[in-house]
């Protein structure tokens, strides 16, 4: 039968949780670590200290973006509202009411970003408090039917919660960063000595010690890989969705096609490239296919997103 969208989409909501898991098991074996050396927990130290810092620092974070993010961003991103004397913003306003009726979702607020860069995003903590953001280059080179594939697949990131997931993900990923911060200053108010290495026991102690070093170097490249796989399987589902709620999957290919190769400069910043329907800032590694391109970009290959959109039309 060969690979689908159906097929992708369910093993991605399995992975998604799966990445989930492996981050909370990479937060608590970083944390026990640290806590271990310095505090002696839990044998002389009942309270794991560190580990609570960092977490409760990411929670902070967390509930900040989860609040108040969709501003922050919306304002970074240059997002203005619509001015309906346009004919494409006034089409723009019509498409995703439609496509919010389509979804079953309150009718997210509309932005357009003037950039020319084509692409699209959507941000907002859940259904009721959602914005979509489309630049006025995608206006430009999109039909009404391609427009209506883009601003489907952002109402499927909107009525799957993907932000909420992304949020999660992203704050997993901050409390592992901070562990990792507290565990090198550590190093200067510390030190390993005579006394820790026979608690360690002895030589194993020092080599375990090592090896606690190279987590902290690694494990914050782990989880900013975990981030990033956590992103790439949600845009599948999204394009999977998106085509159900338009019932027309060439649509929205098409509409990936132009933005593929339409000209146009860089738009936002890392922290918010995900968000977007395609890379906006036009990486070259997401182009492709292979172990390293899908380790390190942000979205899968869009020509593989096409295909699989193509074969939904058979």
């Known amino acids: 039968m060969g690979v689908t969208f159906y097929s992708i989409a369910e093993s991605n909501t399995r992975k998604t949780f799966l990445l989930i898991f492996l981050f909370f098991i ?23 200290l560190f580990t609570c810092i960092a977490v409760f620092i990411s929670t902070i974070q967390t509930i900040v973006s989860y609040y108040r993010g969709d501003s922050l961003i919306l304002h970074s991103l240059g997002a203005r509202p619509l ?5 494409k913003e006034h089409m723009l306003l019509n498409v995703v009411e439609e496509m919010a009726i389509a979804a079953g979702i309150p009718r997210p607020r509309v932005y357009v ?42 109402m499927a990131h909107i009525r799957n919660r993907d932000i909420l997931t ?23 108010y510390t ?13 194993g102690g020092c080599i375990f010690f090592i090896l606690y070093l190279l987590l902290l170097i690694i494990a914050p490249i782990l989880a900013k890989l975990v981030f990033l796989a956590v992103s790439r399987s949600r845009e599948y589902v999204a394009d999977a969705h998106g085509a159900m709620f338009t019932r027309n999957p060439l649509a929205l290919a098409s509409a990936l096609e132009k933005i593929s190769k339409a000209p146009g400069g860089k738009l936002g910043s890392p922290a918010t490239a995900h968000l977007f329907i395609a890379d906006p800032l ?24 096409i295909e699989l959109l193509k074969q939904m039309a058979i």
């Open 282 to 305: 036009k990486r070259s590694i997401g182009d492709y296919e292979g172990f390293w391109a899908d380790l390190w970009s942000t979205h899968p290959p869009i020509q593989k997103r």
């Open 166 to 188: 992304m949020t999660i993900t992203a704050a997993l990923l901050g409390a592992i960063i901070i562990l990792c911060e507290i565990g090198w200053r550590l190093q200067y």
């Open 113 to 154: 970003i003037d950039s020319d860069n084509p692409n699209a995003c959507a941000v907002g903590r859940d259904p009721q408090h959602a914005s979509i953001c489309v630049t006025s280059a995608l206006l430009d080179i999109l039909n009404r039917e391609e427009l209506q594939g883009v601003i489907g697949h952002e």
């Open 26 to 48: 990479l937060l608590g074996t970083i944390g026990f670590l640290i806590d271990s050396f310095y505090l002696r927990f839990p044998e002389h130290f009942p309270f794991p």
């Open 83 to 87: 001015n309906l004397e346009s004919v």
């Open 191 to 203: 030190r390993y000595d005579r006394d820790r290495e026979e608690g360690l026991g002895g030589r």
